[in-house]
């Protein structure tokens, strides 16, 4: 009986030993909107902002890096949001900026009239390629409420990133200025 006691005792005192908490390394990442600030004070223009298509591939929780035509995905470094639905934020907000206007939101189903016109977005690359340029690749188009059909506008942007650049931060710093390279080039082809 005694035996049984003591051997327990050490089965209870290795197994908590053995089940310590383990620190969680994620970092959380988010897009920001980087246009200047300033007051939003227009109406116009009213844009309803549609929620990004994603190919499969970078519709996930984890950051995703392009090498010699494979694809990394980090185990540490997460999107603190839907990858589709931060892009979509983003812009919204980099043409909220750009044209003061209060009336440019992020929409997850178009089914008013309050705005003229929505953006569709769709992404078939946004990640850094081997020679450290992250490249935002893929169509838009920006659809009036009324009136008819317009065609899609294709968009390739590069941004180059330092080479010693490795770190998600520098990543996700030139993420956030290629989205205001597209809402700019958004707003100039209007």
Not at 21 to 35: R, T
Not at 98 to 104: H, P, V
Request: charged content about 20%; aromatic content about 6%.
């Amino acid at each position: 009986m005694r035996t049984s006691a003591i051997l327990l005792a050490l089965l209870l005192l290795c197994g908590c030993g053995l089940l310590s908490p383990v620190k969680d390394q994620a970092v959380h990442h988010l897009l920001e909107p980087v246009a200047p600030d300033r007051p939003l004070t227009a109406a116009a223009p009213a844009i309803a902002v549609s929620r990004a298509a994603l190919p499969d591939y970078l519709d996930c929780e984890q950051l995703v890096t392009r090498r010699d035509g494979v694809l990394v995905v980090s185990d540490f470094d997460l999107w603190a949001e839907p990858f589709d639905v931060a892009i979509s934020r983003v812009v919204a907000g980099n043409l909220s900026r750009l044209t003061g206007s209060t009336n440019i939101l992020p929409v997850e189903r178009f089914t008013t009239l309050e705005y003229t016109d929505l953006l569709e977005l769709r992404i078939t690359q946004f990640e850094p390629d081997a020679t450290h340029t992250l490249m935002l690749q893929g169509t838009w188009k920006l659809q009036p409420v009324t009136g008819k059909e317009v065609g899609s506008h294709f968009f390739r942007i590069a941004v180059p990133m330092p080479s010693n650049s490795s770190t998600a931060k520098e990543r996700v710093s030139a993420m956030n200025q290629a989205i205001l390279r597209l809402a700019r080039d958004i707003l100039a082809a209007r």
